[in-house]
């Protein structure tokens, strides 16, 4: 079983859709959530970390389950601009910094379309 | 964006030929990271550094080597290029305390 299993997609919704997906991880050490955005064939950049209580950023919703052990992305009022794959990541911390592993789904592909 | 660099961005080589790949930051970043990227396995880590002369293996270090000699500069090598390392090769970087990553532009190595 990976440690980060993400639906491969792709999610093909039309514009202003609102659209989530999930993540799930396998260890329950997990301290830490990001969701990242890679455009294609570009790098992966930060699209928003992931809180316990769940955090909100612009059309943007992230949440924690602990005890399912899943992270979610909401994406309200979708824009073509939204397409890309987004991946999710989980850090597990070590007995010091240089030890903690940082784990990435294979990502989640999202297509708008007009 | 953060200050981190790639180069070559792409490369054609021969199989069994060594090939190194330089990434180069100016945040002054404690840690530093070489991944590859294959569709269906997503980003996995090769090895990474957290120092100068400070290295440790990934999850699929097998055939690359690695060195770091300034806090700026991390160099991956693959000793004699296989068509199976054929991939897009991230560099990452990450400041103490931090758990953030930022990831430079990439390169596109193919092994023919």
């Known amino acids: 079983r990976k440690e980060v299993e993400q639906d491969p997609g792709p999610f093909n919704v039309p514009e202003g859709a609102t659209v989530a997906f999930n993540c799930t991880y396998s260890?329950?050490?997990?301290?830490?959530f990001f969701w990242y955005r890679q455009d294609c064939r570009k790098e992966p950049k930060l699209l928003m970390s992931?809180?316990?209580s769940g955090n909100e950023d612009g059309r943007f919703t992230a949440q924690l389950n602990r005890a399912s052990q899943y992270i979610s992305l909401l994406i309200r009022d979708s824009k073509l601009s939204d397409s890309a794959t987004y991946l999710c990541?989980?850090?597990?911390?070590?007995?010091?910094?240089?030890?903690?592993?940082?784990?990435f789904g294979s990502g989640t592909r999202l297509s708008i379309r007009p | 964006d953060a200050g981190i660099t790639q180069s070559p961005r792409h490369k054609v080589t021969e199989t069994g030929t060594p090939v190194t790949l330089r990434c180069h930051q100016t945040?002054?970043?404690?840690?530093m990271y070489w991944y590859r990227q294959d569709p269906g396995h997503g980003l996995r880590l090769i090895h990474y550094s957290y120092g100068v002369k400070d290295t440790d293996k990934g999850e699929v270090s097998d055939g690359y080597s690695v060195s770091r000699s300034k806090t700026e500069d991390f160099l991956l090598t693959l000793e004699s290029a296989t068509s199976s390392q054929t991939s897009v090769y991230f560099c990452?970087?990450?400041?103490?305390?931090?758990?953030?990553?930022?990831f430079g532009p990439g390169t596109r190595l193919l092994v023919l």
């Open positions: 945040e002054n970043h404690r840690y």
């Open positions: 990452a970087i990450r400041g103490t305390g931090e758990e953030t990553q930022y």
């Open positions: 260890n329950s050490a997990s301290q830490s």
């Open positions: 992931v809180y316990s």
């Open positions: 990541v989980v850090n597990i911390p070590g007995l010091y910094s240089s030890a903690s592993k940082i784990i």
